[in-house]
């Protein structure tokens, strides 16, 4: 009996510990999950709160500037990104994979003739198959005739790649000048105030030499942004011209082929 006893009083001393010992872990748990939430929500927070503060320190820095050249400048900044986008989406859209295109024009040109070729090219987008058909269709009046076609067409496309990107250099050029003008200009006013008042005084320049450096911050920014969109570009049309050469180099070799 005395057993049994001493048993259940050990069973209920071991439980309660042990019991004792999972609420201590739940709380801790429970506290550190409410501490990393706490945490969590703090951090979103304070993250917010940065890039609130930092989108009204543009816009505060945007209106100190002036609205005259800092507008000019934005209007650099939208049509510049407006024709940098129209042309990445045309330059990708013209993009072709040329060894397979030619591929397919050489197997026409063997089962179908010239004509099934040309077919293959109507079926085809971008620069290099339209350059192809050019060429395909001059192809009954000989070779010499086919490659003049091919080179004359290939000037046009060209101009077709390259449309509007001289807007982009403009606009690059661009917004420093009206940066600096705004700098000269501000610095004009800086001056003005100081003669008006006979005396050389902090408070009177801080106004014009502030304006002064914001235009020139915001044109270089805008500058800076459409030349990375303007070399891109450019590396894409020197990219479709290089291909579109190569690719008409092979079909006027095809094309000696077939004749001989």
Do not use: H
């Amino acid at each position: 009996m005395k057993k049994i006893l001493l048993t259940l009083i050990l069973s209920v001393f071991v439980g309660s510990t042990f019991t004792n010992n999972a609420y201590a872990t739940t709380t801790i748990n429970s506290t550190v999950t409410i501490q990393d939430s706490q945490d969590e929500s703090m951090m979103e927070a304070s993250s917010d709160d940065a890039s609130a503060s930092f989108t009204q320190e543009i816009k505060k820095r945007f209106i100190e500037g002036g609205p005259g050249f800092m507008g000019i400048v934005l209007i650099c900044l939208i049509l510049g990104l407006a024709i940098s986008i129209e042309r990445i989406i045309y330059l990708n859209l013209s993009t072709t994979n040329s060894d397979k295109l030619t591929g397919d024009v050489e197997e026409a040109l063997k089962s179908g003739g010239v004509e099934a070729a040309k077919e293959v090219c109507r079926n085809t987008k971008g620069p290099v198959a339209s350059i192809f058909y050019q060429g395909l269709d001059r192809a009954k009046d000989g070779v010499e005739s086919a490659e003049k076609a091919v080179i004359s067409y290939g000037g046009v496309q060209m101009g077709q790649l390259e449309k509007n990107v001289s807007w982009i250099s403009l606009f690059i050029a661009l917004a420093p000048m009206l940066g600096f003008m705004g700098t000269v200009i501000g610095m004009i006013n800086a001056f003005d105030r100081i003669e008006a008042a006979g005396d050389m005084q902090p408070s009177l320049v801080a106004g014009g030499i502030k304006i002064a450096l914001l235009t020139t911050v915001f044109g270089l920014i805008v500058a800076i942004i459409l030349q990375v969109f303007y070399n891109y570009i450019v590396s894409k049309i020197d990219s479709i011209v290089n291909d579109m050469e190569d690719a008409s180099i092979t079909l006027i070799d095809i094309l000696s082929a077939q004749k001989k």
